[in-house]
């Protein structure tokens, strides 16, 4: 009888451990930005934008389910930027830690939940610039189109305090 019982026993954890074994382990790896972006006038703010990457260490684990479809990420690490209105150079640029981190979900239908924690910027809806601190939840239809924004804490205009 014993014998029996742990051979059920083995079974399953066989059984309850399957699953786990078949899906892929997360990747690591590193956020790859260029050295710069910038925006034309209207894109951001009314005036056109520098933005510098100063310190990228940002890294992104990605969550994979049995079938290998990423399914979560989450982005951590160092990021510090400097800000720059490129239409009056009288205006001293921001430099801003957007350290985050930022938590996505990746929906079946293709559509994606972005929740950032900490300081971040927001570009949504666009034709914005603003600095967050504390949870921002952005909401992606399939096509990558924003289709709702939340922001819960501390927002500050980048455009007003670049204009001069």
Request: aromatic fraction near 6%.
């Amino acid at each position: 009888m014993r014998r029996v019982l742990s051979l059920w026993f083995a079974a399953a954890l066989v059984l309850v451990s399957a699953p786990a074994a078949l899906a892929a382990k997360p990747d690591n790896t590193p956020l790859e930005l260029p050295p710069s972006l910038e925006f034309a006038a209207g894109e951001a703010c009314e005036f056109p934008l520098l933005v510098e990457f100063l310190a990228n260490r940002g890294k992104t684990l990605t969550f994979y389910d049995n079938e290998g479809n990423a399914i979560r990420q989450i982005g951590t690490g160092s990021l510090k930027i400097r800000v720059t209105n490129l239409a009056d150079e009288s205006v001293p640029p921001l430099e801003l830690n957007i350290s985050g981190p930022l938590h996505t979900t990746l929906h079946p239908d293709g559509s994606a939940t972005l929740v950032f924690g900490g300081r971040g910027i927001s570009l949504f809806p666009p034709g914005t610039f603003v600095l967050t601190a504390g949870r921002s939840v952005v909401e992606l239809d399939a096509e990558g189109e924003v289709t709702s924004v939340t922001n819960m804490g501390f927002e500050q205009d980048l455009c007003v305090a670049l204009a001069g």
